[in-house]
């Protein structure tokens, strides 16, 4: 019986390290993303706007070109399978995806996330940082493939860094001078105006 709780014990302090190492490996990186920063905080929150179905709602909330030519903090993680990333947007064209699992919209997206990742394989690479631990993102993607980059146990990273507290999915396009292109809500679909956009912006940049 002994024997038995021992064994769980260290399961369980396995666990806790190997969760704990990844959020400690997500850093910042300094740069000058001071304009970011102060965009990001100084939200017009107090003005509201009325939705298609009569809600009202922070204006912030529905205008997302706020970010539009910031330069955008990059970081290193990472990946859920252990790669070290460093995101410095060099590469071409990224595509940073801010989920978490229990996020209807944040899942609905992924077919189309897919997608964009299987058409413009080489031109785009597509970041997805997800707030969930990786055990249970292990578990997810067995029934919902996903086919670019994860960056598990991020909730530092999105609250402290890049202050992603609001609104889910976001997906920013980031071209690589590390200035945002556009910034979107989730995908319904290829003919979805959010998908258009994006698709339109990776057409344009890698001409």
């Known amino acids: ?10 399961i369980v302090f396995i666990l806790l390290f190997c969760c704990k190492s990844s959020i400690i490996s997500q850093t910042i990186i300094p740069d000058d993303f001071s304009e970011y920063y102060h965009r990001i905080a100084n939200l017009p929150k107090d003005s509201m706007v009325r939705t298609a179905n009569g809600v009202l709602v922070p ?3 529905l ?6 030519g910031c330069k955008i903090p990059i970081f290193q993680a990472k990946s859920l399978y252990g790669k070290d990333l460093n995101v410095n947007y060099n590469g071409g064209l990224t595509l940073l995806n801010f989920w978490f699992i229990v996020c209807t919209p944040c899942v609905d997206e992924i077919p189309f996330l897919n997608e964009l990742q299987n058409k413009y394989l080489g ?3 597509i970041v ?14 067995e029934n919902h493939p996903i086919n670019y980059t994860i960056v598990p146990n991020a909730e530092i990273l999105i609250d402290n860094h890049f202050r992603m507290t609001w609104g ?18 989730g995908f319904k679909g290829t003919e979805d105006v959010n998908y258009q956009k994006i698709e339109n912006l990776i057409e344009q940049n890698t001409k």
């Open 1 to 10: 019986m002994k024997l038995a709780h021992l064994i769980i014990r260290w």
């Open 168 to 185: 889910y999915p976001k997906n920013i396009l980031v071209n690589s001078d590390g200035k945002v292109l556009a910034m979107t809500r």
């Open 63 to 68: 205008d997302l070109d706020f970010l539009d």
């Open 59 to 61: 204006k912030y909330l």
């Open 123 to 125: 031109k785009l690479n």
């Open 128 to 141: 997805s940082i997800c707030r969930d631990p990786e055990p249970y993102i292990l578990n997810f993607i």
